[in-house]
């Protein structure tokens, strides 16, 4: 009999509950109990929700994050919060974005208040962000288990079959940071200590299985780190569990042999990814071992073609038996609860997805296909065909304007009229700004006349005149704002932007929208990805009014804000019946359509923001470049068609760029700017060796945080990042968009900012 399961659940709520209770809780309007006491409510509803189901995950649940979830039960938390004597939980949100909730600072004077942040990237090649683990040759681990076991007796409480999810001891090491240099290895055997008590734990508390992720495993594993899996394996073996070791993602390639021979009782493998692997895999693994297959997309929200799957899975089930479990190919937090909540999407779109209640379904179907034959689901599967047909023949979906557009590209439309040294001249004569240009990357708050603003006029109850009137309000407000700061380059603010995918989603032609498919980003930031299930056409200019408004109101320069198409592909669901690379080319001709307009407007300075560059990336690096040919291609088309002195910018956020830093150049962008703040300048060493040739703003603010940055940690950012770059090619900016955080925050930290630009100006005069 096929065992199903799930690899784990959203923890946002379908109405992104926990968003909402985790905000109450820092700014002081909800106490620690009620904000826990939610928790509870969102993990029993979502194993609720996950009925039928053989296993259920247990300890997918985070309040902010799994990997820090996973520092805190290890023991490893940064020094700097270490002395800290409140309640665990305000520690946790102190690693997680420097301080807790109001009450909790009354412990200012003894414990300093808030403290630097940890740092945060995004997770493997998807969207969501983690906070990474820090390391020291020095770091000692020490089990804290408290918080799963809590969560386990709740389940079995409940009389939820649970299986704990916990990540593997290499993907935590891997995925961490030795903020001294040391070897991270060098930890493993003390780390696996701490491990071997946790699973006992476990299996004290009665746990049968274990999941173990370790999605580095699709990835290029150096000798020491492939030599690292089989110590730590074999140390595990003599725990009184069963491991399920997961990976996911990608493809197992070259590590298939050393998943086959770790001492396991299982793996699980993602078919969406890997479907390659399985055979040859099977060939390996021992008789005994259970074969866990990722059959349905965690990552994506279109059907599943039931039939076409069945047509695979059914020999594999003849040939393993019970050793076949079947599951989703990876966790789905990484799509929207419940599609049943939808009822203003297009009704066509919806009946061809499926979100993680849905996926659940459809795992169900599946599993009772192989184990009562397909005429017990007939009607379920004929259902799902004709929605796959549906949509495979949809003339919505298609557009030979679209295609015939993209077969005409040419080299020529990416390239600028001339090299970035004689535009650099011309910008400069144009713009006339001072040394250490000062300037924000886009949005400011998003406050709650906005959001009243947008919620009425969506309604109904406010006409276009009246939500243009506030939105113009807004905009006059933060040029205002930027003018009395004394901001060299300015922004109009996005006021009229509910989000820098969807604005732009909203108005392209082969995209629909959800009304609560939100995602869970980091923390309490969630995203709501439109679902791009067509060919991209751009009917009408998208931006061009709101930024001549703004123009209009200063002598200052304006930037026009746009989101670049490499973002617009990677933060949306993506349709997945033609190649991404043909997606990402309609979305460059559709913005280059955009930026020559803002151009045409008298626009002198646009960004083009590409902050999901480098999640895009293949996890191995050996298929990096034709993802970059193809991704720095659709920049160049979507940026290079405007004059020599036309200045463009892009910014890219939360992730690692030394390692693409040509690719970065060959972008052509006259300035980037990306995140430095958290990981104090160090994604700055790439310049040491790369002499990257155009004007670079690295972020001196970091805006995740409601920390205030002073003048003088700002200047001294910005003399690192001059160690490395000339100082006559810097700009002085945030780390990203200003719309999470609130206007008595923003002022004080944009002030210090210009203040710490005008004395770096005074030090090289």
């Not at 784990?8 to 905000?23: M, N, S, T, V």
């Not at 479990?325 to 599609?339: G, T």
């Amino acid at each position: 009999m096929t065992t199903i399961h799930n690899l784990g659940f959203p923890r946002i709520g379908a109405r992104r509950e926990l968003k909402f209770a985790l905000e109450s809780y820092w700014k002081g309007t909800s106490s620690r109990d009620e904000l826990k006491a939610l928790g509870a409510r969102l993990r029993q509803r979502h194993w609720e929700n996950q009925a039928g189901l053989d296993l259920v995950p247990v300890g997918d649940f985070a309040f902010y994050d799994q990997m820090l979830d996973m520092s805190f039960t290890l023991g490893n938390l940064p020094e700097r919060v270490q002395g800290f004597h409140g309640d665990v939980l305000d520690n946790y949100f102190r690693v997680a974005r420097g301080r807790s909730a109001r009450d909790a600072e009354a412990h200012a004077d003894c414990c300093g208040g808030g403290v630097a942040a940890g740092e945060m990237t995004k997770w493997f090649d998807s969207n969501y962000h983690y906070i990474v683990p820090e390391f020291t040759a020095a770091t000692a681990f020490r089990l804290d288990a408290s918080r799963l076991l809590e969560q386990l007796a709740e389940a079995h409480a409940l009389g939820v079959k649970a299986k704990p999810v916990i990540i593997g001891p290499l993907t935590y090491l891997a995925l961490g940071k030795a903020k001294d240099g040391s070897d991270r290895l060098a930890l493993l055997p003390r780390l696996l200590t701490v491990y071997s008590e946790l699973l006992d734990s476990l299996a004290a508390a009665g746990v049968e299985w274990v999941q173990i992720d370790e999605p580095i495993l699709v990835t290029e594993l150096a000798a020491d780190w492939q030599q690292a899996f089989n110590l730590a394996y074999h140390q595990l073996k003599s725990c009184r569990v069963k491991l399920l070791l997961a990976t996911y993602f990608g493809q197992l390639r070259d590590n298939q042999y050393l998943l086959a021979n770790l001492p396991v009782a299982g793996v699980h493998i993602d078919v969406i990814n890997g479907r390659e692997d399985v055979l040859p895999l099977l060939g390996m693994l021992a008789a005994h071992k259970v074969v866990s297959l990722g059959v349905i997309n965690g990552r994506n929200i279109w059907k599943t073609d039931l039939n076409a799957t069945l047509d695979w899975l059914e020999p594999l089930a003849q040939r393993l038996g019970a050793r076949l479990w079947i599951a989703p190919s990876c966790s789905l937090l990484h799509v929207p609860v419940d599609l049943g909540c939808e009822a203003k999407l297009d009704g066509e779109v919806k009946s061809w997805l499926a979100f993680a209640q849905q996926k659940l379904d459809e795992l169900k179907v599946l599993a009772d296909a192989l184990k009562h034959g397909r005429a017990a689901v007939q009607a379920a599967l004929d259902a799902n065909r004709a929605a796959i047909d549906a949509r495979r023949n949809s003339p919505r979906v298609h557009n030979p304007a679209v295609k015939a557009a993209v077969a005409r590209i040419t080299p020529a439309l990416g390239r600028r009229k001339s090299p970035y040294a004689g535009r650099a001249v011309q910008q400069a004569a144009l713009l006339q700004l001072p040394a250490f240009p000062t300037t924000t990357i886009g949005s400011f708050p998003q406050t709650a006349d906005i959001r009243h603003a947008r919620s009425e006029y969506k309604a109904g109850r406010l006409d276009a005149a009246g939500y243009k009137a506030a939105m113009r309000a807004e905009i006059v407000r933060s040029v205002r704002e930027q003018e009395a700061l004394d901001l060299d380059v300015l922004v109009h603010g996005e006021a009229e932007r509910n989000d820098m995918v969807e604005y732009f989603g909203e108005q392209l032609d082969g995209y629909a929208f959800s009304q609560f498919g939100w995602v869970q980003s980091y923390g309490s930031r969630c995203v709501k990805p439109p679902i791009l299930f067509g060919d991209i056409g751009r009917p009408q200019p998208m931006t061009v009014e709101w930024i001549e408004y703004a123009q209009s109101l200063t002598r200052r320069p304006m930037k026009g804000m746009l989101t670049g198409p490499v973002t617009l592909l990677n933060w949306s669901f993506v349709r997945d019946d033609q190649p991404r690379a043909v997606s990402c080319k309609q979305l460059a001709l559709a913005i280059r359509a955009e930026v020559l307009d803002l151009e045409q407007a008298g626009v002198r300075v646009i960004q083009i923001d590409e902050a999901a560059l480098r999640e895009g990336l293949p996890l191995r690096k050996s298929q990096w470049q034709n993802y970059l040919d193809w991704a720095v291609e659709s920049f160049r088309i979507t940026a290079n068609g405007v004059a020599d002195t036309t200045q463009i910018h892009t910014h890219m956020c939360y992730s690692e760029f030394n390692d693409i830093i040509q690719a970065i150049a060959d972008m052509d962008a006259d300035v980037i700017t990306i995140e430095t703040s958290r990981s104090d300048m160090e994604l700055l060493d790439a310049f040491d060796d790369f002499k990257y040739p155009n004007q670079i703003g690295p972020g001196v603010y970091d805006i995740h945080s409601p920390n205030i940055p002073t003048r003088e940690h700002i200047v001294q950012l910005m003399n690192k990042a001059a160690e490395r770059i000339p100082a006559q090619r810097l700009w002085v900016n945030p780390d990203c968009g200003l719309k999470t955080r609130q206007w008595p925050e923003v002022i004080p930290a944009l002030a210090n900012m210009v203040a710490a630009a005008k004395a770096l100006r005074a030090a090289v005069a």
